[in-house]
């Protein structure tokens, strides 16, 4: 079954539209009481299949390492959990000014039951308090939106039983500024006709 949402722009709230979207689909979610595996997947990465069947595996919380290749330096920045067995100890981050984040996972690095949003009490939690990404500070949408429904790390699962393979590829890919290397940018259309016999 598919669900084809439409998000609109709430004047009143300054948002990326990312994250217009994840609120848009966090309310249906909750509104509808859907019951499953919530992963964000964002449009810029590149994903294992492995991932996709480990996702399938998750009670209630999982994270994993996100492997970001920087934009500005050819150079690789590794986000998310430090494991040992598929028990959360720490965190990988080497990005600036991510000092104030409690959680250093890239939303493509988390995902959760669905049921989280819509059934406190089956997760002890006290009353319904989830609050959607609107209210959350700029920036922080991440960390601010896991904050709320995880309470530490003993809550998170390791993917995958170590969290030592990569399996999701952040490119933070810009094309106006994207920079090819010599000989790799064709300046011609290449459309043809390709007869299908």
Same mark, same amino acid.
């Given at each position: 079954?598919?669900?084809? +949402?439409? @998000? ?5 709230? &300054? ?13 249906? *979610?909750?509104?509808?009481? +859907?019951? =499953? ?45 430090? @494991? ?6 720490? !965190? ?10 409690? #959680?250093?996972?890239?939303?493509? =690095? ?7 949003? !819509? ?9 319904? *308090?989830?609050? +959607?990404?609107?209210?959350?500070? $700029?920036? #922080? $949408?991440?960390? =601010? ?11 998170? $699962?390791? +993917?995958?039983?170590? @969290?030592?393979?990569?399996?999701? !590829? ?26 299908? &016999?």
């Amino acid at each position: 079954m598919y669900r084809h +949402l439409v @998000c609109r722009k709430n004047t009143s709230v &300054n948002l990326h539209r990312d994250v217009r979207q994840r609120h848009t689909a966090l309310k249906h *979610i909750r509104l509808h009481r +859907l019951d =499953g595996i919530v992963y964000m997947a964002d449009d810029d990465n590149i994903y294992s299949l492995d991932l996709f069947d480990r996702l399938r595996q998750i009670r209630r919380f999982a994270t994993w390492p996100v492997a970001m290749l920087a934009q500005s330096k050819n150079k690789v920045i590794l986000q998310g959990p430090v @494991c040992n067995g598929r028990k959360v100890i720490g !965190w990988h981050t080497n990005r600036k000014g991510n000092n104030h984040r409690r #959680f250093h996972v890239d939303i493509s =690095g988390f995902d959760f039951n669905s049921s989280v949003l !819509w059934n406190p009490r089956r997760w002890m939690y006290p009353k319904d *308090i989830i609050r +959607l990404l609107d209210t959350v500070t $700029e920036r #922080f $949408e991440d960390t =601010g939106f896991i904050e709320q429904i995880v309470e530490d790390e003993g809550q998170l $699962e390791g +993917l995958p039983n170590d @969290c030592s393979r990569i399996m999701n !590829w952040h490119l933070q890919l810009e094309s106006r500024s994207l920079v090819y290397p010599r000989g790799w940018q064709i300046s011609k259309n290449l459309n043809t006709v390709v007869p299908l &016999n």
